[in-house]
Nanobody, 123 residues
Framework: QVQLVESGGGLVQAGGSLRLSCLVS????????MGWFRQAPGKEREFVAG????????YYGDSVRGRFAISPDAARNTVYLQMNNLKPEDTAVYYC????????????????WGQGTPVNVSS
């Protein structure tokens, strides 16, 4: 069983930065590929970024490419999401997720989820 715990969310002004962390416990073949998603009120859960533990495979959602950076730290069993130049439309609950697949980008491909951490960007 993989457990995921997110941290680092909060309130920030537009143009600011935040770094989210996802601590992974019980890391096994159940967490080959890690992802970050977000869900704003009234909207569907959206893929933000995904990465393999060796860092060789990574993807970004169109709305965050060039502003966000995902990175793994295998020694600390942690995946980070550095968010720069934040915009009000980035406001959402951010979720960490783990997939047994080598590459995954849809909600259905991720079998383990954290509780989420809220990010609120004020204008």
């Amino acid at each position: 069983q993989v457990q995921l715990v997110e941290s680092g969310g909060g309130l920030v002004q537009a143009g600011g930065s935040l770094r989210l962390s996802c601590l992974v416990s019980g890391r096994t073949s159940s967490s080959r590929f890690m992802g970050w998603f977000r869900q704003a009120p009234g909207k569907e859960r959206e893929f933000v970024a995904g990465i393999s533990w060796n860092g060789f495979v990574l993807y970004y959602g169109d709305s965050v490419r060039g502003r966000f950076a995902i990175s793994p730290d295998a020694a600390r069993n942690t995946v980070y999401l550095q968010m720069n130049n934040l915009k009000p439309e980035d406001t959402a609950v951010y979720y960490c997720a783990a997939s047994t697949a080598a590459i995954a980008r849809t909600v259905g491909e991720f079998g383990s989820w954290g509780q989420g951490t809220p990010v609120n960007v004020s204008s």
